[in-house]
């Protein structure tokens, strides 16, 4: 007996333990005695020992109040992992109260403690416990009746802004007041998560697919999911919505048929030139012009660039003067200052005659230090 089932034994919140009804991937389901009602009891399974373990996908979007346990899960600590087992455990708490409170056929919760959840004992027509809808054998008119009503469960969960997420034959219960939909340990935000689409059409694909084979004619019902997600993404469903089951035919355009565009305004004429009109452009080869033909520049040609084939040659670059040009001005016993007509000076570049430059004539530059830099320039 799991370890949650004899707490709620010695607690004495359950009587008694009256059979084992079936064991799944996420948890066990016990016939126990609460009071004096007769109610299911689902015992869930460690992580370790259940054997649906991939549910990152069934987990995006899903949130906690406690922003202390959300930043433990989000990086995976010990206590955040044990907080993300007790939110995937009580998920399908929250999702059973909420569907059950919009209409859904879902079993009635009881109540939840310490990894069990108490909830009705779905019963078939004679009073036992119902049996899957996979393991029930239906005419095709009870197969068409019942696609319609799992169709509007469907509609009804969507409204709640939910999605089962592993909905099949297996998780349908044939009970006596219709098929009741069991299992909601993945139940998925369709508002947060990114492929709640997905989701959506995989479950009513396979609800489709599984009454499809008893009744034939439900094959041309295949346009209802991508209806009912249309109006979902629209803001259009509400819990009454059923689908026409066709998808919408493509009617082509006709341009009979449609509304004849506006006008365009008509632009103004170009304003009229005041004066002689142009001349006509001739066609035929361009006539020469009477007159010299234009100067020639006389020079060197510009410096080819010599550089291999396919790689960019680099910038042509202007010859830097070697050294500094020094430019003095030398006046025959004449201060500069005193010169009067350009005729009495000379200009000589250092570099080029290679000569020393004069020292000027002004009196303040014969100092000492002067001539030791004199002296040094010339060495």
């Not at 319609?148 to 997420?165: A, K, N, P, Y």
């Not at 219960?173 to 492929?195: K, Y």
Request: charged residues 25%; positive net charge; aromatic residues 6%.
């Amino acid at each position: 007996m799991p370890t949650g089932l004899e707490h709620l034994l010695s607690e004495g919140v359950v009587s008694e333990v009256i059979a084992r009804l079936k064991s799944g991937k996420e948890a066990e389901v016990y016939v126990v005695r609460y009071g004096a009602m007769v109610v299911a009891a689902k015992v869930y399974k460690d992580r370790a020992h259940r054997s649906f373990k991939n549910n990152a996908d069934y987990k995006e979007g899903r949130s906690v109040r406690n922003t202390r346990s959300q930043r433990a899960m989000a990086r995976g600590s010990k206590f955040g992992r044990a907080a993300a087992e007790d939110a995937w455990k009580t998920a399908e708490v929250d999702a059973l109260y909420k569907l059950h409170a919009a209409g859904v056929r879902v079993p009635t919760p009881v109540m939840y403690l310490d990894g069990v959840l108490l909830m009705e004992l779905v019963l078939d027509a004679e009073g036992e416990a119902a049996p899957r809808l996979i393991d029930v054998g239906l005419t095709p008119s009870q197969a068409n009746a019942a696609y319609r009503d799992m169709l509007s469960q469907l509609v009804r969960i969507l409204s709640c802004e939910l999605i089962h997420g592993d909905l099949s034959p297996y998780n349908v219960l044939w009970g006596a007041t219709g098929p009741t939909i069991i299992d909601f340990p993945q139940i998925i935000s369709a508002s947060h998560n990114s492929r709640s689409e997905a989701f959506f059409m995989r479950d009513a694909r396979n609800i489709l697919g599984h009454f499809a084979s008893i009744d034939r004619s439900l094959l041309a019902r295949s346009g209802d999911a991508s209806q009912i997600w249309r109006a979902y993404v629209s803001r259009e469903l509400t819990p009454d919505f059923m689908p026409s089951g066709r998808a919408p035919a493509f009617v082509p355009r006709s341009r009979a048929l449609e509304a004849p565009r506006p006008s365009r305004p008509l632009l103004p004429p170009p304003p009229q030139r005041n004066g002689p009109p142009l001349a006509p452009q001739r066609s035929g080869p361009p006539t020469q012009r009477n007159g010299p033909p234009p100067p020639q520049r006389n020079g060197p040609p510009p410096p080819q660039r010599n550089g291999p084939p396919g790689r960019r040659n680099p910038p042509l670059r202007r010859p830097q003067p070697q050294g500094p040009e020094v430019f003095v001005r030398i006046a025959r016993g004449v201060p500069s200052s005193a010169v009067a007509t350009p005729r009495d000076d000379r200009v000589v570049s250092a570099q080029e005659s290679g000569a020393t430059a004069p020292t000027s004539a002004n009196p303040t530059t014969n100092t000492p230090a002067s001539a030791r830099r004199r002296r040094r320039r010339r060495r």
